[in-house]
């Protein structure tokens, strides 16, 4: 596995987690990076991706304002802080790799993703 990504859990609605995707090989360093997530019976939709450099965020109308993207290279690690948590945010969240170093949004421009973290939020 390539990317590991951690940090899902079981929380309440209004709280807050930190995702980690972490590339221990370095392999993507040069690559932008994205966060997806897949809701049971859903198909995978976009969530946030970041440029290889971290000057470029893009984020899905649905988590703007709730949720940030950033990236230490040092540690070459991503990180999707997702606060005021809802239900409807329920879903296994999956990094992936893009194939360049562009904050892509379309699932169709990620190559290397890594095994999923289930996040469960409850009303």
């Known amino acids: 596995v390539q990317l590991q990504a951690s940090g899902g859990g079981f929380v309440q609605a209004g709280d807050s987690l930190r995702l980690s995707c972490t590339d221990p090989?370095?392999?993507?360093?040069?690559?932008?990076v994205g966060w997806f997530r897949q809701a049971s019976g859903k198909e995978r939709e976009f969530v946030a991706a970041?440029?290889?450099?971290?000057?470029?965020?893009q984020y899905a109308d649905s988590v703007k304002g709730r949720f940030t993207i950033s990236r230490d290279s040092a540690k070459s690690t991503v990180y999707l802080q997702m606060n005021s948590l809802k239900p409807e945010d329920t879903a296994v969240y999956y990094c992936?790799?893009?194939?360049?170093?562009?904050?892509?949004?379309?699932?169709?421009?990620?190559?290397?993703w890594g095994q999923g973290t289930l996040v469960t939020v409850s009303s």
């Open positions: 970041i440029s290889w450099r971290g000057s470029t965020e």
């Open positions: 992936a790799a893009a194939l360049g170093p562009v904050a892509a949004t379309s699932r169709d421009r990620y190559r290397y």
């Open positions: 090989r370095r392999t993507f360093s040069n690559n932008g």
